[in-house]
């Protein structure tokens, strides 16, 4: 089935804020033929992101970051969450512009090497959001200290560590967050390759 096999009956924003979230009223095709009764969704808009795995091939480290994170807060977990680096795509912007801007912002870094892993849903039940994954080359002796943009609200700290240590961290629970996380098995399946 594709997009047209869905009749949208009305949409409204029903929250604007930092996020948005818009109701929907639909119908759409069932797989044993007809169309299903009318559904009511609310879909949470948050604008779709670009993620980067600042990687330092010939030191073997990651660069990432760590900030606080308050859906992990809401959820009873650690609130300092370890994540690559992310932003939200503005107008006019290449994913591939907003992953070097995204990578200079929080690491202090200047990507080298960039290019795309994948693209992603991170909760296609409830939320628009897309997030297309990169991975940069970066000299990691320049990753150190405190970033973010303030007016945004931003407290980066950045962490690097030994690849072999951010596997761990996510063997054991400490990286928690979809997009780090797939990150990391993207690099175990793929860095033989990389050096």
């Given amino acids: 089935m594709t997009r047209e096999d869905v009749e949208i009956l009305d949409k409204q924003r029903v929250f604007s804020g930092y996020f948005g979230i818009d109701n929907y009223r639909l119908r759409h095709k069932l797989y044993g033929g007809g169309v299903s009764a009318e559904l009511e969704r609310e879909v949470f808009e948050r ?13 073997e480290r990651v660069v990432l970051i ?29 994913v591939e512009q ?7 912002e929080e690491t202090g ?18 939320c628009s959001e897309t997030v297309t994954l990169f991975w940069t080359a970066v000299d990691s002796k320049f990753a150190q200290g405190i970033h973010g ?8 700290h950045v962490r690097v560590m030994p690849i072999a240590d951010a ?14 996380i797939i990150a990391l098995q993207w690099l175990a399946l793929n860095i033989v390759t990389l050096k």
């Fill in 149 to 156: 943009i303030a007016d945004e609200g931003e407290d980066i």
């Fill in 98 to 104: 907003v992953a070097r801007r995204e990578v200079k």
């Fill in 167 to 180: 596997w761990a961290a996510v063997e054991d629970g400490r990286i928690v967050n979809a997009k780090t």
């Fill in 109 to 126: 870094c200047d990507a080298g090497r960039t290019e795309r892993i994948t693209q992603f849903m991170s909760s296609p039940g409830a």
């Fill in 47 to 59: 604008g779709h992101v670009v993620a980067v795995l600042p990687l330092d091939i010939e030191r």
């Fill in 66 to 94: 760590e900030q606080f994170r308050p859906g992990a807060y809401a959820a009873g977990l650690d609130p300092w969450l370890l994540e690559c680096v992310a932003g939200i795509i503005e107008a006019g912007e290449s």
